[in-house]
């Protein structure tokens, strides 16, 4: 989402930094031909409103794509086109983010992982391939997990085993989540400018179509900033994932860029440790935001490993 130029590789933990029979009709959102006209909202069994993007034939293999830090649904249109050609896609606006609910409360992984699986029951979903990016990342490793019978495959992209847990009150704090930035998150005043210096460097993605771009900008403003600081906050509550990865049964694909300035090589092969099953590939000329730099080259690997 941001520059990953302007932020160092102790930002480890930045983008964390989330039953059966047919859903209720869906409320359509935006205008006919509008940007994100194609998105829809749908509420969740624990009252939760959900925005999402359906694609593909209802009748294919699902897929549930789960998005990073302050993206949407609508970041990852174009690689879900390329992955609806043989697969019934979900682009979900996890909670806080989009169409979705912005409660005060709660957005720990398991919070956003449980209203992942919320999704799945209103669609009659017994079980799906689960794929996110950078904190969907996390919140798919969760949700594999905590309903592995949910999941059939396991698609993480830029992401992280997580943040160790402190071993004693006496061990240092690590630094700030997205180190400079933080102070610019802790001083978001509503409505936030979309074209303010600091959007434009939290959306500076290489090779990102800049009209995307600018829309983008704007679905993260929509994001109230204690919003912003909720997740932020509450997001480090039960970051170590490898307190749970012992758990994941499903065959599993970790793709990371080889120039991601956020999770090294370092990071990348500890992760890869605690899931010794994975299959990992790495995109050497790729960053962070690897799904928004190169979606044809992500949904190459992605449709590879699910044939």
């Known amino acids: 989402m941001y520059k990953v130029s302007k932020i160092t590789s102790w930002c480890v933990a930045a983008l964390l930094a989330v039953g059966s029979g047919a859903p209720a009709q869906a409320a359509p959102s935006g205008q006919p031909g509008a940007w994100g006209a194609e998105r829809k909202t749908v509420t969740l069994a624990n009252g939760m409103r959900m925005g999402y993007v359906e694609l593909g034939d209802p009748a294919k ?10 993206n949407s649904s609508l970041g990852y249109l174009p ?5 609806a050609k043989d697969h019934r896609v979900f682009l979900l606006d996890q909670r806080g983010h989009g169409e979705s609910d912005k409660p005060p409360c709660c957005y720990t992984r398991l919070d956003l992982a449980h209203d992942a699986k919320l999704f799945m029951d209103r669609f009659g979903l017994q079980k799906a391939h689960v794929a996110g990016h950078s904190l969907g990342g996390m919140v798919a490793q969760t949700l594999a997990a905590f309903w592995p019978e949910r999941v059939d495959r396991l698609m993480v992209i830029g992401s992280t085993i997580g943040r160790r847990s402190l071993p004693s009150r006496d061990t240092p704090r690590p630094p700030p989540t997205f180190g400079p930035l933080d102070a610019d998150i802790r001083a ?8 303010s210096a600091f959007m434009k460097v939290w959306w500076d993605v290489p090779g990102l179509d800049p009209k995307i771009q600018y829309h983008m900008r704007r679905e993260s403003a929509r994001i109230p900033a204690d919003i912003w600081r909720a997740m932020l906050d509450q997001g480090e509550v039960s970051r170590d994932l490898r307190t749970t990865a012992h758990r994941i049964t499903a065959p599993t694909l970790l793709l990371f860029g080889g120039k991601d300035a956020l999770f ?8 890869a440790s605690w899931l010794p099953h994975a299959k990992v590939v790495t995109l050497e000329a790729l960053g962070h935001s690897l799904p928004e730099e190169d979606p044809a080259a992500v949904g190459a690997e992605l449709l ?4």
């Open 188 to 195: 978001l005043k509503d409505p936030i400018d979309p074209d």
């Open 304 to 307: 590879a490993f699910l044939r």
């Open 79 to 83: 690689l879900g086109h390329l992955l």
């Open 264 to 271: 090294s090589a370092e990071d990348n092969r500890e992760m």
């Open 61 to 70: 293999p699902a897929i549930i794509f789960l998005h990073g830090f302050t």
